[in-house]
């Protein structure tokens, strides 16, 4: 089961930015790059600290508390697969954004 979950008109990146999304008890950082969209939890899966501050380098993300950086596409951490923030597939249908959530992975 997933939730397709409407991304407010208002909330949509431009190209080359970033919003955060409160969505029941979540928190998701939506990144626009060259206007593909990308969607991830708002929680390193290191120590927690949030990612929509991190420093973006293409699809690339750099976590600001300890540097640590996860390709947004796959939300594995870099030349690694020990570690993966949970990233979630965007989906456009004409304006409209819809960021497909996994009820089960999402534990609720
Ligand atoms: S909390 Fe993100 S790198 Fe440590």
């Known amino acids: 089961m997933s939730y397709r979950y409407p991304v407010p008109q208002a909330k949509v990146p431009e190209r080359?930015?970033?919003?955060?999304?409160?969505?029941?008890?979540?928190?998701?950082?939506?990144?626009n790059?060259?206007?593909?969209?990308?969607?991830i939890d708002d929680?390193?899966?290191?120590?927690g600290a949030s990612?929509?501050?991190?420093?973006?380098?293409g699809r690339v993300?750099?976590?600001?508390?300890?540097?640590?950086?996860?390709?947004?596409v796959s939300g594995y951490?870099?030349?690694s697969t020990q570690l993966k923030?949970?990233?979630?597939?965007?989906?456009?249908?004409g304006e409209q954004l819809f960021i497909?959530?996994?009820c089960e992975e999402s534990g609720q």
């Open 16 to 31: 080359g930015g970033r919003v955060l999304l409160a969505f029941e008890n979540k928190s998701l950082a939506l990144f």
């Open 33 to 39: 790059v060259a206007d593909q969209f990308y969607a």
């Open 100 to 102: 497909l959530i996994d």
């Open 61 to 72: 993300i750099q976590c600001c508390a300890h540097g640590l950086r996860f390709d947004l």
């Open 43 to 47: 929680s390193c899966p290191h120590q």
């Open 51 to 57: 990612l929509c501050g991190g420093r973006l380098d």
């Open 85 to 93: 923030v949970v990233s979630y597939p965007v989906e456009r249908q």
């Open 77 to 79: 951490l870099l030349n």
